[in-house]
């Protein structure tokens, strides 16, 4: 049978086999498996026992977020110690393997989506957002960027919350060379392509909007959910060129879209709905 020793001493700590005494080290908390039935003591990383504290951080730390959200203020800097929290863990997992993490999704399917990694930095953008902090922003999606090697997924939802805090601050030019460099490394990209549309549509560039538009819409197409957010950058650059005629068409499609996804989940029953939550299927 195991048990889960933890010994947390500021002196030396020993363990003991067939009477001899093993130093582990000075002044350092490790975990020791004692297996009684072959009466063997073996060490648990200290770095796992580090790893595992700064999980345990996190998910408290994820926690007062959330009770911030519920209304208690004094939460409030929970939300940057959670991401600076999770910067650690990166570190603290690559210098144990270097190849630790190297994609995001990984910190999530790594524990079986207990953390839930993604969903959470999501929620802190958007609580950024919400606060007008778009430097931070920037900041944060950008060392996100560089953290990661994107050969698996795409980095788009966090170029498109730069594109958005630029546009957010009025500083369109920003926003135009962005996105443009953006669309040019990924044009195939539908995120960058509606993050294009925006910022030409903010500097007045109507054509050259709807030029992607044309691109991912067709006069008879439909609003799915694989082009719905062009639709949404379509609807306000009809609205602001004064294209009444084509705003009408975008607007009634997308109204169209939006009857078909309420019909979809009426018609689902309470275990599809958290199937679907759960999995996080539901975040762009």
């Known amino acids: 049978m195991l048990f889960l020793r933890v010994f ?16 582990l080290g000075v002044g350092e908390r490790d975990k020791i498996w004692y297996d009684e039935e072959n009466c063997d003591f073996s060490t ?22 959330y009770t911030y959200l519920a209304g208690d203020v004094t939460n409030e800097d929970a939300w940057d110690k959670a991401y600076e929290v999770l910067v650690e863990i990166v570190r603290e997992g690559r210098s144990q393997n270097s190849n630790y993490a190297k994609e995001l999704y990984l910190l999530d399917d790594g524990t079986d989506y207990e953390y839930d990694v993604c969903g959470w930095l999501q929620d802190y953008l958007d609580y950024l957002d919400t606060g007008k902090q778009y430097e931070k922003i920037r900041r944060i999606c950008g060392e996100l960027i560089s953290m990661f090697s994107w050969e698996e997924e795409k980095p788009s939802d966090f170029r498109f919350y730069i594109a ?10 920003e926003a135009l060379e962005f996105c443009e460099d953006w669309y040019k490394k990924e044009s195939g990209n539908i995120m960058g392509a509606t993050a294009l549309i925006y910022a030409r549509t903010g500097v007045g560039d109507f054509e050259g909007a709807e030029q992607i538009v044309r691109q991912y819409i ?39 879209y939006e009857k078909e996804v309420e019909a979809y989940f ?19």
């Open 44 to 65: 648990y990383a200290k770095e796992d026992f580090i790893y595992e504290r700064l999980m345990e951080k996190f998910e408290r730390l994820t926690s007062k977020c």
């Open 8 to 23: 947390a001493a500021e002196t030396a700590f020993f363990c003991w086999k067939d009477m001899d005494i093993i130093k």
């Open 164 to 173: 958005s805090s630029f546009g957010a601050e009025g500083k369109k030019k």
């Open 218 to 256: 067709s006069e008879d197409g439909a609003c799915t959910d694989e082009n719905d957010i062009v639709y949404m950058a379509a609807e306000l650059l009809y609205k602001v060129s004064g294209n009444k005629k084509a705003e009408k068409g975008v607007s009634q499609a997308m109204k169209k």
């Open 266 to 284: 009426s018609g689902m029953d309470e275990d599809g709905l958290d199937n679907i939550i759960g999995t996080g299927a539901w975040r762009r």
